[in-house]
């Protein structure tokens, strides 16, 4: 097997708290690629460090080799000693050319009046990501609109990510500085370990999953994904994008399933090598 670097989303990505069904043994299948010696892997969410840890006891899931948080404003790397934040992502991202030097404190008052949108709590926040709540009657191209002129208004440059959570039926805006988010943090994280494109797949299922899945970085579309993400994948189809049908392995294509069968069509090597370990088992 040659070297692999594996980056998946979390939350109805690998972890299977959506609506649909979870195909008996996915995860243990997905336990076992990781868990091989040419695989690096990388969880990128929009949870926070003691979340992805609370995650990874919760479903049993494998112990990464890097964690890459809040929506890819914070990365951080497991060492014998517990995990240590990458200081080099900070510097970058927290240039005072994209926020203008501005505190998040300071963003929201600049938003204080967009009635739609409404502070997350405390704990969502972090220091390069400041977080509100959206209905989901919102319009999420209007709602970004308005955002990013008020904010360049004021010199903040800013990525503005929306998304959805199933769970609480609300709209998710995450404001980080431009130079963040999780397209940026995965190709900062495959310069500096060397993995090329033709090396690496993302996993995702979401709105704030779009950006990685819509660049050259080959990625694939859990078969659960949000139904409004498979309609953008479908209106702006891309050759290094691949949705998960279900079938791989008699598996159905939901969570860690899909992720396994969107590797298998990029790395066929790790398809044969998945097929034989399938037999054996």
């Known amino acids: 097997m040659r070297p692999f670097l594996l980056c ?14 979870e195909s008996p043994y996915a995860r243990a299948h997905f336990a076992n690629l990781v868990r091989q010696p040419h695989v690096t892997l990388a969880y990128v969410s929009g949870r926070n460090l003691a979340q992805i840890e609370e995650a990874i006891k919760t479903y049993q899931l494998p112990t990464p080799n890097f964690a890459i948080t809040d929506v890819g404003s914070s990365i951080y790397q497991r060492k014998f ?4 934040s990458w200081r080099a992502w900070d510097v970058r991202i927290g240039l005072d050319w994209d926020w203008a030097g501005a505190s998040a404190e300071h963003i929201s008052s600049l ?13 969502k926040q972090a220091r390069h990501k400041l977080s509100f709540y959206a209905p989901l009657s919102a319009s999420a191209t209007n709602l970004k609109q308005v955002i990013e002129q008020r904010l360049a208004q004021h010199g903040v440059q800013a ?13 998710l805006i995450d404001i980080l500085p431009a130079r963040a988010g999780k ?8 310069q500096a370990r060397g993995f090329s494109r033709e090396q690496t ?10 950006d990685v899945m819509l660049s050259d970085i080959p990625a694939v579309l859990v078969a659960n994904a949000h139904p409004e993400v498979k309609a953008r994948s479908v209106i702006q189809p891309h050759i290094n994008l691949y949705i998960a049908k279900g079938d791989f392995l008699g598996m159905n294509g939901n969570y860690s399933a899909g992720i396994l069968e969107g590797i298998s069509h990029f790395r066929p090597d790790i398809c044969d090598w998945l097929r034989q370990q399938h037999v054996v088992g």
């Open 8 to 21: 998946t989303d979390l939350d109805r990505t690998l972890i299977p708290n959506g609506a649909a069904t």
């Open 111 to 123: 938003l204080a009046d967009v009635g739609e949108l409404r502070l997350q709590e405390p704990e």
């Open 201 to 210: 797949v993302f996993a995702g299922d979401s709105g704030n999953d779009l």
């Open 81 to 84: 000693s517990g995990w240590q």
């Open 159 to 171: 990525n503005v990510i929306w998304s959805v959570d199933e769970e609480t039926q609300l709209g």
């Open 183 to 190: 397209r940026q943090a995965v190709e900062f994280l495959m």
